[in-house]
């Protein structure tokens, strides 16, 4: 049985009073170490992630049962019972705990398939955003899930988004509606030998809350810029920046990254160590990047005038030409 598989089982136990002996990933050396199909794993009595709702303890939250004191902006537990989340496994008194940085900031966000995918720490989550060219906004508008695609921009804490100040969409979020936006990359097709074990090699986030309204004209600014150099860097400077009345007719909205996650998948198929290892079926990666074309210019550009150094800049790092 998978291990996310058996983690899960082991969850619901804990729910339901038990606890058992299973299986549990172990470094070299660790006592009762045992190797199986290629991973690590130790017998020992153990407790599972998350088995309450009120956990884990976040930076200056107040120390919770079978819990020390508060170290680094984190909590250390206790070894030994009572059983004490954040992921304690006990083997001859010994407790190991996660970075805080790796816990996420609710249980909304937690990732729950494939837990071992999951990232919480900001470094992690910007880097999806800063990657990503396109978000896509849910939220609920009377009884209707509406999801819209739009382009975005990583400012600081927050992700800004844009548009007319008619849209339906901007109107619900800037009324303040409880939204989902996420983000995501491909970065290659996984192809497996059998057809259940095909996946892609991704990176995705994702943040919840409610949108604000920018209202300084200065920070609106500013938002203004952060999206065409998230876009084009450079060509904040190379092109007209918006009048007044461009900016009285564009909204602009932003999202705090307090509640975020990433998940992340890499690497090859997952069944090099299986029965179908034998088949004579390929298996492996097939990497995917995009690049741009060759700068089309407008059908009214006056002669003369040149492809852009921000285009220039941009079709060089992308592998593009001019």
Not at 40 to 65: E, H, I, K, M, Q
Not at 311 to 321: A, I, Q
Request: a neutral charge; aromatic letters at 8%; proline letters at 10%.
């Amino acid at each position: 049985m998978p291990f996310a598989d058996e983690l899960a089982r082991d969850q619901r136990s804990a729910r339901k009073g038990r606890t058992r002996t299973a299986p549990q990933r172990c470094g070299e050396g660790e006592p009762g170490h045992k190797s199986r199909a290629g991973s690590c794993f130790f017998l020992a009595t153990f407790c599972v992630p998350f088995p309450r709702r009120d956990f884990p303890p976040y930076p200056g939250s107040s120390p919770s049962p079978g819990m020390s004191e508060s170290v680094g902006g984190g909590q250390i537990p206790r070894p030994g019972p009572p059983c004490s989340p954040p992921y304690v496994n006990r083997f001859a008194g010994i407790a190991t705990l996660k970075a805080v940085s790796e816990w996420p900031a609710s249980d909304r966000v937690r990732v729950r398939r494939q837990p071992d995918r999951g990232h919480y720490d900001r470094e992690a989550i910007d880097a999806v955003f800063d990657a990503g060219l396109i978000a896509h906004v849910a939220f609920v508008e009377g009884r209707q899930p509406i999801c819209i695609p739009t382009l975005y921009a990583r400012v600081g804490d927050d992700v800004d988004i844009h548009g007319s100040r008619a849209s339906r969409t901007l109107r619900a979020l800037a009324g303040g509606v409880p939204a989902c936006l996420t983000v995501t990359v491909v970065d290659g097709l996984v192809l497996a030998r059998s057809v259940f074990e095909h996946s892609a090699n991704y990176r995705s986030a994702l943040v919840l809350g409610s949108f604000r309204v920018i209202e300084g004209e200065d920070e609106r600014l500013a938002a203004y810029e952060a999206f065409v150099e998230k876009v084009v860097p450079g060509r904040w400077s190379e092109a007209r920046r918006p009048n007044a009345k461009e900016l009285k007719a564009t909204e602009i909205l932003a999202v705090r990254l307090d509640e975020a996650s990433a998940k992340v998948r890499s690497g090859p198929p997952s069944d090099d160590d299986s029965v179908d290892a034998a088949l004579d079926v390929w298996a492996g990666v097939l990497p995917l990047a995009w690049r741009f074309g060759d700068p089309v210019p407008s059908p009214g550009l006056r002669d003369g005038i040149p492809v852009p150094a921000s285009v220039t800049r941009l079709l060089d790092k992308n592998g593009g030409s001019a």
